[in-house]
């Protein structure tokens, strides 16, 4: 049963447009959710986090927005540059443990 | 600049060999973890440790085994392997940053291939 869900595989974006990545979720035990970025053949390297008790939290292009009442999260990356393309996964962190619970990832492109 | 190494990178061997899969941090973290990934899908956690002589089989089940004798070491290992282990295995340690959430910083991955 997942309980964290991202329904879009992939994603294109122009050079310096908005990207947004959606994220859902189930479990209302969440404490925190965090952001990823996967590049081929390397581990996930962390992006941003944002407690469950806020409802944005912004560091340089990357922004995320939690809305509780949808059980939604957004990242928006803002301008979107090529480097920035690779899989963003969203997790979040259970109250009850420290692993986290990740979706499926979105895969980003953007193109110059 | 890692500071968690996982080796090897990639190996591709025959089935009912016996593989370890090593993992070392180097930043004194107490939680380590081990994730499976196949392409396309989510990171599935088959195993977590939360500190010295201390390991727990994640939500995935998998017939791999691990121990935790040093805090920094956390191996894997697959007695006999299967095509079915053909998969990416990274792993992980964390600590709280001053947000309050729990950082995991992961290493390359190791893919296998078992034929």
């Known amino acids: 049963d997942q309980q964290v869900k991202q329904n879009s595989p992939s994603l294109s974006v122009q050079e310096g447009r908005i990207s947004i990545l959606n994220c859902d979720y189930t479990?209302?035990?969440?404490?925190?959710f965090l952001w990823y970025k996967k590049y081929p053949a390397e581990g996930p390297t962390f992006l941003i986090s944002?407690?469950?008790?806020?409802d944005k939290n912004e560091d340089g292009r990357f922004t995320v927005f939690l809305n509780k009442s949808a059980k939604h999260l957004s990242l928006h990356i803002v301008p979107s540059q090529p480097g920035d393309s690779a899989v963003y996964f969203c997790?979040?962190?259970?109250?009850?443990?420290?692993?986290?619970?990740f979706g499926k990832g979105t895969s980003l492109l953007v193109t110059p | 600049e890692a500071d968690i190494y996982q080796t090897p990178r990639y190996l591709v061997i025959g089935t009912g060999k016996k593989i370890t899969l090593e993992c070392s941090q180097t930043?004194?973290?107490?939680?380590m973890y081990w994730y499976q990934q196949d392409p396309g899908m989510e990171l599935h956690l088959i195993h977590y440790?939360?500190?010295?002589?201390?390991?727990e089989k994640g939500d995935l089940s998998s017939e791999s085994t691990v121990s935790r004798i040093r805090t920094e070491h956390f191996p894997l290992t697959l007695e006999s392997a299967r095509p079915s282990h053909t998969s990416q295995y990274l792993c992980?340690?964390?600590?709280?940053?001053?947000?309050?959430?729990?950082?995991?910083?992961f290493g390359a991955g190791s893919r296998l291939t078992v034929l």
């Open positions: 992980a340690s964390s600590e709280f940053r001053t947000s309050g959430a729990n950082v995991l910083t």
């Open positions: 479990n209302s035990m969440f404490d925190y």
């Open positions: 944002i407690s469950s008790i806020k």
């Open positions: 997790a979040a962190n259970p109250h009850s443990g420290y692993a986290l619970n």
């Open positions: 930043m004194g973290h107490d939680k």
């Open positions: 440790s939360y500190g010295v002589n201390s390991t």
